[in-house]
C-alpha cells in the first residue's frame, strides 16, 4: 500500500520504517529539513536497537521523507498522523500539532481524487478522532465523511528500547473506526504481514484501550512502590521476597509445561523501585485523570498513582538522611539518570527529582549513565558534575544512589564501594545487589526492605 506518515518524532518514524520493510510505500513528513535529510540518507534520528538497520535498508527505496504534507498525502491511499500530544500544565494533553497535522491532510485532499483514509497514531483521549479530526479534516478538505474521507484510531503499544520489535512483532492490533470501508483499509496494512491479533472496535474505544493500558502498568508499578513502604515498615519483612511470591500466583504467572514459571513481563512492574518516569506513563495517567475530571468522573485510584509515584524521590531523600545525616556538603554519586535501562531518555526520570533534591539538600552530585549522560547535561549544565565510569563517580563519594537497573552497575563489587566511596552508604534503587553481601561494611539501604 502507499501510506503517508505525519510527524516523524519516534513512533512515526519507527512506524514508517516498519512499514517500509514489511514491503509498503511509505512518504514521511517532517517539518524539520535536517530531519527529512537524515531519514533519505538512511540516518536514524533517535537512539533505538535495529532501526539503522531498516533505514539503511529503506531509505531512498520505499521509505522516502518530505517537509511536504501535499507531496506525501496525494500519492498515498492512507495517512498516519504520529505527531506529538505534550501535556498543559493541568494535565490535559495539548492536542494543536494533531489538529494542525488534520488540518494540512485535508488541504491535500482538496485536489486528490478519491476516498482517503486518516488514522491517528498519536496518543489522544477519546473523542478526539470523531471530534478535532474530523472536523479539522473536513473545513479543510471541503470533503465530507465517510463519503470523502474515513478516520481511523491506531494506538501503538511500542516501549523504548525495544520499538522495532514491538512494531514487526505487535501482540495486538487495536483499529478503531466508525465505518467498514475504513476498518478494512487499516486492517490491510497489517493482515497477513505483522502477525497479532486484530482487535475491531470504534475509534473511543480504540483512544481508551491506549490509556487503560498504560495506566494498568503505571498502577501496578505504584501499587508496588506502596508494598514496599509498607515492608520497609516491619522488620525482618523484604519487599522483593513478598511480591516475588505474589507473582507465583499461576494466574499472574502461567507455568511452562515443566512446570517453571513462565515469568511473563508484566512481573517486571510489580516490584518496588524508584517510580515510574518516561515519555508515556506519567503524560498519560494525567491525560486521563484530566479526561475524566471533565467527563465527572474521579478518577480517584489513577489521581493516588500519580500522586505515589511524586512521593518518592522525597522518601528516597529521607531514607539517605537517616543513613548518611545531613546531605549538605557530602558528595552522592548518582549511578543511572535515564529512566529505565537501556535507553538515553531522561525526560520524566525519577533519577530528575531526586538530583533537584539532593542539589537542594547541599550535596554535591556527580551523575553516570551508560548512555543517558547528554540529555542529562541538557538538563542540569553544570550543576552537577558527570563521570564516564560509574567507578570515577564513586570515588569520594559519601552515598551512591542506584536509580537505574542498568547491567553496568551490577558488576561493581562491594569491595569496590568499601574502598572508593569515602563513606559507603548505599541506596539500591532497583534492588540489583544481594543486599547480605552489600551490607557488609556497607550501610545498605534497598527499596522496600528496612
Ligand atoms: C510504555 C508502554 O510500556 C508501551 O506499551 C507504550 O506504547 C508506551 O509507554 C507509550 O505509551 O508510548 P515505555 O515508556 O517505553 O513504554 O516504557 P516501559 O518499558 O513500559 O517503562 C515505563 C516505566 O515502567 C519506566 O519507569 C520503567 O522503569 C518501568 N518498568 C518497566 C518497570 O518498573 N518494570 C518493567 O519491567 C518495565
Known amino acids: 500500500m502507499k501510506i503517508s506518515i505525519i510527524g ?30 537524515k531519514i533519505n540518507s538512511g540516518i536514524p534520528t533517535i537512539h533505538e536497537p535495529g532501526l539503522a538497520e531498516l533505514l539503511a535498508r529503506n531509505s531512498g527505496k520505499r521509505l522516502r521523507a518530505t517537509t511536504s504534507v501535499v507531496e506525501a498525502v496525494s500519492g498515498t491511499d492512507i495517512s498516519f498522523i504520529c505527531v506529538g500530544t505534550p501535556s498543559h500544565p493541568d494535565g490535559s494533553i495539548d492536542t494543536s500539532q494533531v489538529e494542525k497535522a488534520s488540518r494540512d491532510i485535508g488541504a491535500a485532499l482538496k485536489s486528490k481524487p478519491g476516498r482517503h483514509v486518516v488514522v491517528v497514531k498519536s496518543t489522544v483521549v477519546p473523542g478526539t478522532a470523531a471530534g478535532i479530526v474530523l472536523k479539522a479534516l473536513s473545513e479543510s478538505s471541503g470533503k465530507s465523511h465517510p463519503s470523502g474521507f474515513g478516520i481511523a484510531s491506531n494506538p501503538e503499544f511500542l516501549r523504548e528500547g525495544s520499538a522495532v520489535r514491538d512494531s514487526m512483532e505487535p501482540d495486538r492490533i487495536v483499529i478503531g473506526a466508525e465505518d467498514e470501508e ?65 507473582t ?59 500522586r505515589i509515584n511524586s512521593l518518592r524521590p522525597g522518601k528516597i ?5 537517616a543513613a548518611a545525616g545531613p546531605l549538605k556538603g557530602k558528595k552522592a554519586a548518582v549511578l543511572g539518570t535515564a529512566f529505565k535501562q537501556d535507553t538515553d531518555d531522561v ?58 537497573k542498568w547491567n553496568d552497575f551490577s558488576g561493581i563489587g562491594p569491595e569496590e564501594f568499601r574502598s572508593l566511596m569515602a563513606k559507603p552508604v548505599l541506596f539500591d534503587g532497583r534492588r540489583i545487589y544481594d543486599r547480605k553481601k552489600y551490607s557488609e561494611g556497607i550501610a545498605y539501604i534497598g527499596t522496600g526492605v528496612r
Do not use: W
Not at 254 to 265: E, F, N, T, Y
Not at 317 to 321: C, T
Open 8 to 37: 516523524t518524532g519516534y513512533v512515526g518514524l519507527v512506524t514508517a520504517a516498519c512499514f517500509a520493510e514489511k514491503g509498503h510505500e511509505v512518504a514521511c513528513v517532517d517539518l524539520r529539513e535536517d530531519v527529512v535529510r
Open 182 to 246: 475504513t476498518r478494512k483499509a487499516v486492517a490491510a496494512v497489517y493482515e497477513g504481514m505483522f502477525g497479532g491479533k486484530i482487535i475491531s472496535v470504534n475509534t473511543r474505544t480504540a483512544e481508551m484501550i491506549k490509556y487503560a493500558n498504560n495506566s494498568l502498568l503505571a498502577t501496578l508499578i505504584s501499587f508496588s512502590n506502596e508494598i514496599g513502604d509498607i515492608c520497609e515498615s516491619i522488620e525482618g519483612v523484604d519487599a522483593e521476597e513478598v511480591l516475588r511470591a505474589v
Open 248 to 306: 507465583l500466583d499461576s494466574r499472574i504467572n502461567p507455568r511452562r509445561p515443566d512446570g517453571s514459571p513462565l515469568d511473563p513481563q508484566i512481573i517486571g512492574y510489580l516490584r518496588a523501585g524508584c517510580g515510574y518516569g518516561g515519555s508515556c506513563f506519567p503524560k498519560d495517567v494525567s491525560a486521563l485523570i484530566s479526561f475524566s475530571k471533565k467527563t465527572g468522573d474521579e478518577a480517584a485510584l489513577l489521581s493516588e498513582v500519580r
Open 317 to 321: 531523600i529521607e531514607r539517605l538522611k
Open 347 to 404: 525526560r520524566e526520570s525519577p533519577a530528575v527529582p531526586l538530583i533537584r533534591l539532593l542539589l537542594a539538600e547541599g550535596a554535591r552530585v556527580t551523575a553516570t549513565d551508560p548512555a543517558a549522560l547528554e540529555n542529562t547535561r541538557r538538563v542540569f549544565g553544570d550543576m552537577i558534575s558527570y563521570a564516564d565510569e560509574p567507578r570515577d563517580a564513586l570515588k569520594g563519594a559519601h552515598m551512591a544512589l542506584v536509580l537505574t
